[in-house]
């Protein structure tokens, strides 16, 4: 569902403007983030860009990202719209949430297939390869003349939400628009060594530590490695341990679930999970009151990771 009008309509007549996206963010997130908030710069309005959390160190190559505040009580009193980007439901904002009051107007913008059109506006495509990918071609239709900046931000959100251009959420469009924001002569290879090559040996040698730790289930048709805080405490903010994980367990052969469970407090676990072609992680997660892809989404469960895990493999167990 892609309601140009009404979002257009939404920025002609209000002055003030929220512009946030998931906990955790990811470039995608960030990237559309930083790029709507230009364009409503650019109309003369006033913008507020804010997130759950401080931005991790290995974002901060991007430009302009040091405009992106965090979340603090009664840091901001009013604005007329709030812009949510890359988010299934308006709670995936965190505690940013609790700025959006009554009567605030919400334009979402995202590309989940569990996205529950929260919004008084909503501009959803579902096959889209990246919320990044979605403000490019409303920008395009709205006449607005991109940047260099623009064109690194939507590179970088659209390279790393399709695994750089591996996973089957990558189109002949995809191709055909990242080919356009290329003429803005950015380095790409910047880009990616910014994202993927700047692993602090620290992180690597304790990466080497968990990867080797982890479960094959029913004939290795599932995977499982479980991050205890004590672990966690290893590793610098910079490194995307989770991801890392992700690309490494995707070589061995013939799995069909990853999962990874980190614990995040006594009775609190975070549940991350990929998948092969063969199985919808995104309605796994949904039985937990998560979402995301086909063949990524995550959770939260409130319990210990050991019973987290168990109610995880358990659910699995009914879709093989």
Not at 160 to 172: A, I, L, M, P
Not at 246 to 252: G, Q
């Amino acid at each position: 569902m892609m309601n140009i009008t009404a979002i257009n309509e939404l920025i002609r007549k209000n002055k003030s403007f929220l512009v946030t996206t998931h906990v955790n963010p990811d470039p995608d997130g960030i990237c559309s983030q930083l790029t709507f908030a230009q364009y409503l710069k650019s109309k003369g309005k006033k913008v507020f860009v804010i997130n759950n959390e401080k931005m991790l160190a290995r974002f901060h190559f991007l430009p302009g990202v040091k405009q992106i505040k965090h979340y603090q009580e009664g840091m901001i009193k009013k604005f007329d719209v709030a812009v949510v980007l890359d988010c299934g439901e308006p709670n995936r904002v965190g505690k940013v949430s609790r700025l959006i009051k009554d009567g605030v107007k919400v334009i979402n913008i995202d590309h989940h297939i569990t996205n529950s059109y929260f919004g008084d506006a909503n501009l959803v495509d579902l096959k889209a390869s990246s919320t990044s990918e979605i403000v490019f071609e409303y920008l395009k239709k709205v006449k607005f003349k991109l940047n260099k900046n623009i064109a690194i931000w939507l590179y970088s959100g659209i390279m790393t939400d399709t695994g750089s251009f591996r996973y089957e959420n990558t189109t002949q469009r995809t191709h055909a628009i990242t080919a356009e924001l290329m003429h803005f002569k950015f380095s790409v290879t910047d880009i990616y060594r910014h994202l993927y090559e700047m692993v602090p040996i620290g992180d690597l040698q304790a990466f080497t530590q968990v990867v080797t730790r982890f479960d094959a289930l029913f004939g290795g048709k599932v995977v499982c490695v479980e991050l205890h805080k004590k672990v966690l405490s290893k590793f610098s903010d910079s490194f995307d341990l989770r991801d890392t994980i992700f690309k490494f367990l995707r070589a061995i052969k013939g799995v069909e679930v990853y999962v990874i469970l980190t614990e995040i407090g006594r009775n609190k676990t975070r549940v991350n999970l990929r998948s092969s072609r063969k199985f919808d992680v995104a309605r796994l997660a949904n039985v937990f009151d998560g979402g995301g892809h086909k063949r990524a989404s995550g959770c939260a469960i409130d319990k210990n990771i050991k019973d987290a895990r168990t109610k995880i493999i358990n659910q699995i167990k009914k879709s093989l």
